[in-house]
Antibody, heavy 120, light 110 residues
Framework: QVQLVESGGGLVKPGGSLRLSCVAS????????MSWIRQAPGKGLEWVSY????????KYGESVQGRFTISRDNAKNSLFLQMNSLRAEDTAVYYC?????????????WGQGTMVTVSS | QSVLTQPPSASGTPGQRVAISCSGS????????VHWYQQLPGTAPKLLIY???LRPSGVPERFSGSKSGTSASLAISGLRSEDEADFYC???????????FGGGTKLTVL
């Protein structure tokens, strides 16, 4: 079935780095925009970044611009998020989500999320 | 403060109709489709309404979406206890060049 599985979350100190992964199955990964969306504990949803099918169009939310890097490997049906210079406010569950064929298409499939905790 | 404004809470009794609003501006709701998610406790969000009023396969007709100007609304009719969840609206903002979520509305079924 169509599925997204995230991994790579954990506890990291402020200023540290972490790389999240998301493996897709059950659909043609290379045909879709992909995004990362996060949710701080007890808070709402915040879009983090998207990448198009060939990695030629990438966008970031203002709060992560310059610190996070999204990438994908279509051969491995995988999406990544490299997070540098982490701050306490980056603590959240990070979800990968499938978009559509346009950046305006909504996120229809979500993974179960991976928790990132930034604390000393 | 979210660019999209939702009431923090809503409630109703079983069988009632409840509406959740999402207020934005011309650069977001006024220009683009609105989508809605339902998030049950401890789970990932689930797409409930897309392109303002369309339902994905499997979503009951009890859920409906609409938009007027710079505001959108999610309506739930025939309220059921299992509808108790957090609901989020989301849309693209042309000025910010970013996806923007509403702050979320916690629905309680009394």
């Amino acid at each position: 079935q169509v599925q997204l599985v995230e991994s790579g979350g954990g506890l990291v100190k402020p200023g540290g780095s972490l790389r999240l992964s998301c493996v897709a199955s059950g659909f043609s990964f290379s045909d879709y925009y992909m995004s990362w969306i996060r949710q701080a504990p007890g808070k709402g949803l915040e879009w983090v970044s998207y990448v198009n099918m060939r990695s030629t169009y990438i966008k970031y939310g203002e709060s992560v611009q310059g610190r996070f890097t999204i990438s994908r490997d279509n051969a491995k049906n995988s999406l990544f998020l490299q997070m540098n210079s982490l701050r306490a406010e980056d603590t959240a569950v990070y979800y990968c989500a499938r978009g559509g064929t346009s950046f305006l298409d909504v996120f229809d499939i979500w993974g179960q999320g991976t928790m990132v905790t930034v604390s000393s | 403060q979210s660019v999209l404004t939702q009431p923090p809470s809503a409630s109703g009794t079983p069988g009632q109709r409840v509406a959740i609003s999402c207020s934005g501006s011309g650069s977001n709701i006024g220009s683009n489709h609105v989508h809605w998610y339902q998030q049950l406790p401890g789970t990932a969000p689930k797409l409930l309404i897309y392109r303002t009023h369309l339902r994905p396969s499997g979503v009951p007709e009890r859920f409906s979406g609409s938009k007027s100007g710079t505001s959108a609304s999610l309506a739930i009719s025939g309220l059921r206890s299992e509808d108790e969840a957090d609901f989020y609206c989301v849309t693209w903002d042309d000025s910010l060049s970013a996806w923007m979520f509403g702050g979320g509305t916690k629905l309680t079924v009394l």
